[in-house]
């Protein structure tokens, strides 16, 4: 049974460390520079409590499926040493 536990545990830490859909909301957006500002949640991936900052991102194109005021749901990653948004989606 402990070892069950120990098993269990070992496939549930990579994902704990993976990036996780966070919530947030859109309060401004940079087409020239490619970046976000959010007002997000807690992202345990990144050790961040809740705050407003900028993000950049790694698909310049996802910028155009959102709009400041939108709420969002995004998984963010330091990619290059940057706070970088990889993936986002609009919530309805
Ligand atoms: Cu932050």
Partial sequence: MRRF????????????????????????????????????????NLNMDGMTMVFAMTDAAALKTVKVGDKVKFEADRVNGRLTVTKIEKVK
């Fill in 5 to 44: 536990a120990v098993i269990a545990l070992a496939f549930l830490m990579p994902s704990l460390a993976h990036a996780a859909p966070v919530d947030g909301q859109v309060t401004k957006i940079d087409e020239a520079q490619s970046k976000i500002t959010l007002k997000h949640g807690p992202i345990t």
